[in-house]
């Protein structure tokens, strides 16, 4: 489950994930959000929370890097996570795909400091 930080303003998405990444979650949450950004400001700058208990991705989910960094690759400007180890992994596969755009990890419990990074 993905919930929009209260925060997110212009280009700057900012998602806290709870459990799991469904394609659900992807479908309905993160495209429509994502799709108004680009229409409105060009590109995104996207921040996932990944703390805690956060499950593994489904073979074919939506949310596998090469599948998610192709389809959004002229999109996204920024992107970071904080979050634990496998998740920053995710990231900076999704930033291989994105070889536009500019991607980075961040520990667990540095959300601030990600949120930082990405508004500048």
Known sequence: MIELVLESQGNILGIKV??????RDYA??????????????GRARLLFSMEGDVQGLEPESPWQPE???LKHKDQIEKMAVAGESPW???CLRIGEVLSESRVNAFAPGKWEQAWDWIIL
């Open 18 to 23: 709870r459990k799991s990444l469904s394609g």
């Open 28 to 41: 309905d949450v993160l495209v429509p959000h994502l799709d108004w950004i680009v229409r409105e400001h």
């Open 67 to 69: 599948q998610f960094g």
């Open 88 to 90: 920053a992994e995710w």
